[in-house]
Structure formats: C-alpha cells, structure tokens
C-alpha cells in the first residue's frame, strides 16, 4: 500500500522552479522553526528533496492546509529601556519552515499577477 505522497499528480499548481524559489528566498541564519530546522539545511539538501517538496506542497494546496502549520510561537524580543512595559518589546512568531516556503511561493505568485 503506497502513501499519498507516492501518488502522481496532476496539474500541478506550483512548479519545481516555484519551490526552488521558496527555498532561496529563505532568509539565512534569521531564526530556527518550531521543528527546530535551520534554512540552511534546507538549502544544502534541496537538489536531494526538492521533488518531495513540491509534491507535499502540491498536496496541500489541493488537499488543504495541514492544521499544525496554522501555528506560531511568539517570542517577545526586548528593545529597550523599561522591560515592565510590553511596548518595550517586540514580537517574533517562529513558524513551520515548509508553512514559510508555501506562502514565499503564494507570495510570489501573486506579486507576479498584479
């Protein structure tokens, strides 16, 4: 019994070179994700990974968004001078890395159609 990744699919919404793309857009050395990859590791298995790459985010276009990539965890970062006061603080939401590269793609597709 295969699994759904093994599946063929058909008319495919993002292409390779798309997923490619959301993958050099990442920012380097910027943040770890909640699953605690680092970009760079990303980057430096992309030629081995990539087709698995743009299969699930094909699926997930067509199938839906896993629940588990609507979550963030928020950091408070502090700025500066009295940290009593929460406008002293500014907020990072560390996100799931794949979550990242999807809307890097819907991103760019969209600035490509305005």
């Known amino acids: 019994m295969g699994t759904i990744l093994n599946t063929p699919i058909k008319d495919d919404i993002f292409s390779l070179e798309d ?4 993958i050099n857009n990442l920012a380097n050395g910027k943040e ?3 699953e605690g990859y680092q970009v ?3 980057k430096m298995g992309k030629s081995i990974l990539i ?4 299969k699930l985010l094909n699926l997930v276009i067509k199938h839906g968004f896993p ?3 609507t979550q963030s965890l928020i950091v408070p970062i502090f700025r500066n001078a009295d940290k009593i006061v929460p406008s002293n603080y500014r907020n990072i939401m560390v996100s799931h890395i794949l ?4 809307g890097l793609i819907l991103e760019n597709m969209l600035s490509l159609w305005l």
Do not use: D, P
Not at 19 to 22: F, R
Not at 51 to 54: E, G, K, L, Q, R
């Open 32 to 34: 770890n994700y909640i």
């Open 67 to 69: 629940r588990i990539w």
């Open 19 to 22: 997923v490619k793309s959301g």
């Open 99 to 102: 979550a990242k590269i999807y």
């Open 40 to 42: 760079e590791i990303f």
């Open 51 to 54: 087709h698995h790459h743009h």
